[in-house]
């Protein structure tokens, strides 16, 4: 047989292109299984590697699928199982079949629960709902800061809480403070001589947060900002414009008790957030917050 005459003699003839199989299993997501393996991935030269997702593997039937999978076209397994039981069946299943697999979490967890001295949960999982739960936080700020001092009252039925008062109440602190917990936070500024805008009066009642504070604290952190941004409007730090606009805001949470009335006059916005988000929380919606 004539030799490959594009080839040199003695040149080994090039071979077919091979597919390396990585099965990244998990009983979670696989999402840990599959940064993991981009991470050691980056380290080698490049290859044709096909990535083989199994998410949701948790039992004994779905396990030997995969190990079966796997040994079909001669790839390796990477798994990021947390079930001891399962981890244990899977290196068996594995070892049985001659499929190599590496266990990238029982090590991990087995160090952590000697570090800590506790055994791990062994909950599927729980590593995506903390993700979702950061995203929920990262919506509820951009909402928060979109709606802040009265901004897109046209949305203002998607808050979970609404605030009003005063200028100078603490409105925009709480809001954000409250929105790094998850929780979607309009404020509403109520001024004397201009109605609030009739969005709010649409909205469910139990979400409405009326802030109050004294006169006489009140003026103190008008003055302080009036001296600090030398503002030119000099009633805005005045008692007797104070004490207007605070009797026109009692008037108005009177007119709608379904609205609570905080004090804020004498506390902390951290005690402030805990009071409100406590009498609005529901199970299973937020992510813990300080109480």
Known sequence: MKGDPARPSGTPAPQPP???YLFLVSDATGETAVRMAEAAISQFEKRDVVFVRRPHVRTEDHLREVV??????????LHTLVSGPNRKRLLELTRTQAVPAIDLMGPLLAHLESFFGSTPKAEPGLLHRMDEDYLRRIEAVQFTVNHDDGQNVQTLHQSDIVLVGASRTGKTPLSMYMAQYGWKVANVPLILGLPPPKELFTIEPDHVVA?????????MIRAARVEKFRQQDLRYAQADAIAEELDYCRALFAAHPSWRVLDVTSRAIEEVAADIMSARSRPGRRVPYPG
Do not use: C, F, N, Q
């Not at 802030?211 to 003026?219: A, E, G, Q, V, W």
């Open 18 to 20: 091979h597919a390396y």
């Open 211 to 219: 802030l109050m504070i004294s006169p006489d604290k009140l003026l």
């Open 68 to 77: 079966r999978e796997a040994g079909a076209v001669h790839g390796t397994i």
